[in-house]
């Protein structure tokens, strides 16, 4: 059975938006998803901008804890470059035992040369240090004394004081698009996060076949390894809230390029300037690209999507630009009500199950 998740990303498009409000919001979120019935709520990481507010996904999770009662809660993700492992692995361990082992662990190497800058890291050496940290994480969750000799870091022999409720770690996935990163995940039996951005269905195709070949050179079944797909999505009869919508996706794309491809501009050294490109999708093509439309118009293209790509959760973009509050509630609840039912229904015995215990 398919899973289904949000993902929260924070995002301030400006001042009209103040940063309590865009927590409230976030926790709103979270807190109706968990009532709607969704299987996860992950939470994004950035720093420096109007991007993302979120600064910390595991104090997120840690925070929705006790307001939440069997929802999962996720980072997606925590950067790896831009943390100490031994601070990461031990505040991982607080996040999972004050949600009662619910912790969802995401982890990815980064884009942003924007917030690596202010860091003090090097971008070009995000993947090196990711692939050591990553090491580092696996060592001192699973071993109780785990000590390490590396490039960037080395440990003497050393303990975690506060270890996971989930033994010996728990879920660990990779955000990532880099072949070399997603043949890790489905070597050492991580999990796989992964978007087709705002493209259609062609994408998922490129996608599917690309981890396939992935999977065939580790000699591995793709079968075996669990696959998040983040996705724009959003039912309504109303063709203005629909654009509404699909404009928020509009911009979150233009500052998520400019700031990875250093090209972002700010007026006052904060609030990162929308510049149009005329690389920009349209309103249109993203009508056709994405599962968008009436409830079962929704139904149908998400139907259509999961059995190309088989993902084992589909994780819905709640939170685009400022978009109206009201209507992402209504949104999520409609999904828990009606959309998540008539997939699961139509899907049928498609699918496989998912894997509860794919841990790293």
Known sequence: MVQFGIFVLMQQRGYHQRPDQILHNAVEQTV?????????????????????LCPSPLMMVAHCAPLTRRIRLGSAVCVLPL???????????????VSNGRLEFGVGAGYQAFEFERFG???ADGAEIFSEFLDIIQAGMRDKIFSYEGKHLRFPPTSIAMRTQQQPIPPLWLATGN??????????????????LLNGPEKLAALREGLLSVAAGENRSLDDTRIALLRCAFASDRKSEIDDFLGSAIYQRRISESLRDRRAQSDDGYMIREDIRPTDPTVEQLRANLPVGSVEQVVERMVNEIRILKPTQIALQTQLGDFDQAAMLRQIELWGTRIIPAIRKELGDDMPAVKEAALA
Not at 33 to 52: I, K, L, P
Not at 86 to 93: D, F, H
Not at 179 to 196: C, D, M, S, W
């Open 32 to 52: 109706h998803a968990d009532q709607a019935g969704f299987d996860t709520a992950w939470y994004a990481e950035h720093h420096f901008s109007n991007y993302c």
């Open 83 to 97: 943390y100490h492992p031994a601070r990461l692995m031990a505040e991982a361990g607080f996040a999972d035992v």
């Open 121 to 123: 890291v090097k971008l």
């Open 179 to 196: 072949p070399k990163v997603q043949a890790r995940a489905i070597r050492e039996g991580h999990n796989l996060f992964v978007t087709a």
